[in-house]
C-alpha cells in the first residue's frame, strides 16, 4: 500500500473465509462505510451476480467487477470485502496494491466449504466431495496471489468475526504508527528493515567507523550475500574484504579463531577496521570473539541471517567460541556497534532452521510478551509465508524482549537470566544426543515443554497455558517429547553440571504466565528425574 492512502482496507480472500461478516464489523469498530463489491455490482447491474454470469458470462461479470471497485474506491474511509476473484485482474491488484492495506483472510477447506454451503442453503443443497475438490483446486491456485497482495493475513478458522475485526484493528493501527525498525541496545543500535545492506555504509559513517571492513561469513551465507555487502561497501570506498569460514557449529573453535586471527593480520587489520559477521549464530559468535580480542578489540557490526541470530544471539554482547570439555565455555562481551537486520534473506534459510529459531521467540512471548505468544499463536500455520510487514513485526518484538531485557541487565546478574528458560533441559540434551540430533532451538522446545511441566506440578502455572505453549510449539514443526532413547543418568548429569547452577543448586526458569516467568531454585531434583521417567516410559510404551 502507498503510504498516502491509509484509508481503505480491503478484505481479500477465498469466499466462506467471513470478508464479509468480518468487514460489516470491522466498518462499525472503526466508524468507516462498508462496501460489499458483489453487492455493489449486483445494484448497478441491476441483477444478481448468478445472472451476470448467466448473460454475460465471467468476462461479463469482471469488467463491471473493475468498474465497481473503482467507483468504491472512491469513498473514504472504507472497508471494502472483495469477491473471491477479484484478484484475477492484473488492473484490480495493481489498484488493490496502490490504493488499499490488504487483510488476507483465509480458512482451511472444510472450514470454507461448510461457510459456503450454510451461507447458500436455500440456493443449492450441501456442496458435493467434488466441489470441495474443486474449491481446494482454486484456493490453492489463488493462495499465492493473495498472500502477495496482503499486507497482513489472518485465518478465521474458529475465531469469532469480531476477534478476527479486533485483530484487524490492532494490525491496522500497528501499520499506521510504523513499528519503530529502530531501537537502542547497549553499545549501538538495532535495526530491521527491507533492503538494509544497502545502507550499510551511511550507517558507519554514521557511527564514525571510516575503517577497513572485515566480512566474515560461512560458505552457506557468504556466497549468497556477501557480494551484495561487498559491493554496497566498496562502492561507497570503504576497503572490505572477505572470508568464508565452513558452516556449522565446529567452526566455533580455537583454530578456526586463529585462522581468522591469522588472515586479519596478514592483510593488515588496524585498531580502527570493523568486523562485519554476515550469518548465524555461529558466525556471529565466531567473528564477534575475534573482534572482541584482536588488538584487544576492534569494532564489530552483526548482519544476522537466521531467525535465531535476529531475535537472539546477534543481541547483548555475548561472543565466543566451543572448548572440547564444553559449549561457550571461551568467551568474551563485546557489544556490537550495529545489529542490521535484512530480513528478506530468510527466504532461503532452511525451513528446520526457521522453526528452531522462533523456538525462542516463542520463548521470549512467555517469559515477558504475552501479546507477542498470541501473534504467533495466530500465525503459527503460516509463518512461513507470511508478508513481508507481519514477518518483521514479529521479529521485531522478538528481538525487543532480548533488547529489554539485555538494557536492563547486560552483566546476566538477574533478569537476563529469564532467557534461559527451556534451556536448563535443552542444554543437557544437546550435551546427551552429542549435538548432533536436535537444531538448539528444538532442544529448547522440548526443554520449555518439560520445565512448563514442572511448573504445573508444583502448582505455580495453569496447565491450560501450559498446554497452549505446547500446542503453539507443536504448530510450529518443533519437537515436545523426549526421544525414547534419552540416556536418563546422562541427562541427569547434564543438568547437574548446567553452568546455571548457583552454589550447588540448579535454577529453572519457570512460568507463572504467558507474559511472565521467575527463577526457582527450590525445584526438588527428585521431582525432575520423576518427570524424567515419565516422560521416557510415556515415550517407550
Ligand atoms: N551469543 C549469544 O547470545 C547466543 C545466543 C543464542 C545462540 N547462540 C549461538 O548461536 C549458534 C546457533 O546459531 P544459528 O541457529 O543461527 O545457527 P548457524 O549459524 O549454524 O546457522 C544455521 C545454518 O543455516 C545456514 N544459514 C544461515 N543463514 C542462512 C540464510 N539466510 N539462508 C540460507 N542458509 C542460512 C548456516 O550456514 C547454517 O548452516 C550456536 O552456536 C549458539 O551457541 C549465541
Ligand atoms: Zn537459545
Redesign the pocket.
Known amino acids: 500500500m502507498s503510504e498516502a492512502s491509509s484509508q481503505c482496507i480491503a478484505l481479500i480472500g477465498p469466499s466462506g473465509a467471513g470478508k464479509s461478516t468480518v468487514g460489516r464489523r470491522l466498518a462499525q469498530q472503526l466508524g468507516w462505510n462498508f462496501m460489499d463489491l458483489d453487492s455493489l455490482i449486483e445494484k448497478r447491474a441491476g441483477m444478481l451476480t448468478s445472472a451476470i454470469f448467466a448473460q454475460e458470462g465471467e468476462l461479463g461479470f469482471r469488467d463491471r467487477e473493475s468498474a465497481a471497485l473503482v467507483e468504491a474506491l472512491e469513498i473514504t474511509p472504507l472497508v471494502i470485502a472483495c469477491g473471491g476473484g477479484v484478484i484475477s485482474r492484473m488492473f484490480n491488484r495493481s489498484i488493490l496494491r496502490e490504493q488499499t492495506w490488504c487483510v488476507y483472510l483465509t480458512s482451511n477447506i472444510e472450514t470454507l466449504a461448510t461457510r459456503i454451503s450454510r451461507d447458500e442453503e436455500n440456493l443449492r443443497p450441501l456442496l458435493a466431495d467434488a466441489m470441495v475438490e474443486r474449491l481446494a483446486v482454486m484456493v490453492g491456485e489463488r493462495r499465492p496471489i493473495y498472500a502477495s497482495l496482503a499486507n497482513w493475513t489472518i485465518h478465521t478458522d474458529q475465531i469469532q468475526s469480531t476477534v478476527v475485526a479486533d485483530e484487524i484493528v490492532r494490525a491496522w493501527h500497528l501499520s499506521q504508527h510504523a513499528a519503530p525498525t529502530e531501537v537502542r541496545v547497549h553499545g549501538g543500535t538495532y535495526q530491521l528493515k527491507n533492503g538494509a545492506y544497502a545502507g550499510l555504509p551511511d550507517e558507519l559513517a554514521r557511527l564514525g567507523l571510516g575503517g577497513a571492513c572485515w566480512l566474515i561469513s ?4 557468504g556466497p ?2 556477501a557480494k551484495q555487502v561487498q559491493a554496497a561497501l566498496t562502492g561507497a570506498g570503504f576497503k572490505c574484504e572477505m572470508i568464508y569460514i565452513p ?3 565446529s567452526s ?1 573453535s580455537l583454530q578456526q579463531a586463529e585462522a581468522l586471527y591469522t588472515w586479519l593480520l596478514e592483510h593488515g587489520v588496524q585498531r580502527g577496521d570493523t568486523v562485519l559477521a554476515l ?7 565466531l567473528a ?1 570473539f575475534v573482534a572482541a580480542t584482536i588488538l584487544r578489540g576492534i569494532a564489530v557490526v552483526q548482519l ?6 535476529m531475535i ?9 567460541i ?1 572448548h572440547p570439555r564444553g ?2 565455555l571461551i ?1 568474551a562481551f563485546h557489544q556490537p556497534q550495529l545489529v542490521l537486520v535484512d530480513e528478506s ?6 525451513r528446520r ?1 526457521r522453526a ?2 522462533w523456538a ?1 521467540a516463542v520463548k521470549h512471548g512467555v517469559i515477558a510478551d504475552a501479546a507477542l505468544f498470541e501473534d504467533l499463536e495466530r500465525a503459527a500455520g503460516t509463518l512461513n509465508d507470511l508478508p513481508a510487514e507481519q514477518t518483521r513485526d514479529l521479529l521485531l518484538r522478538a528481538a525487543m524482549v532480548k533488547i529489554g531485557v539485555v538494557n536492563r541487565d547486560e552483566r546476566e546478574l538477574g533478569e537476563r537470566m529469564l532467557l534461559n528458560y527451556g534451556h536448563t533441559l535443552g542444554q543437557a540434551i544437546e550435551v546427551a544426543t552429542g549435538y548432533t540430533r536436535y ?3 528444538e532442544a529448547v522446545a522440548i526443554g520449555m515443554t518439560f520445565a512448563a511441566e514442572l511448573a504445573v506440578r508444583r502448582n505455580l502455572w495453569s496447565a491450560i497455558d501450559a498446554d497452549r505453549q505446547r500446542m503453539l510449539l507443536e504448530a510450529l514443526e518443533l519437537p515436545t517429547s523426549l526421544p525414547a532413547d534419552l540416556d536418563l543418568h546422562q541427562t541427569l548429569a547434564g543438568l547437574n553440571l548446567d553452568k546455571k547452577r548457583a552454589n550447588g543448586v540448579v535454577r529453572w526458569v519457570l512460568p507463572s504466565a504467558i507474559g511472565s516467568a521467575f527463577v526457582d531454585t527450590h525445584v526438588p531434583p527428585a521431582l525432575v528425574q520423576e518427570v524424567l521417567e515419565e516422560w521416557l516410559g510415556q515415550v517407550a510404551g
Open positions: 560461512d560458505d552457506q551465507v549468497r550475500y558452516a556449522g557449529e566455533k550469518g548465524g549464530g555461529v558466525v556471529g559468535d564477534g544476522p541471517t537466521t531467525i535465531l541470530a537472539d544471539s546477534s543481541i547483548g554482547g555475548k561472543t565466543g566451543n559449549k561457550n568467551g534473506v530468510l527466504h532461503s534459510l532452511p532452521e528452531a529459531g525462542e537444531l538448539h532451538g
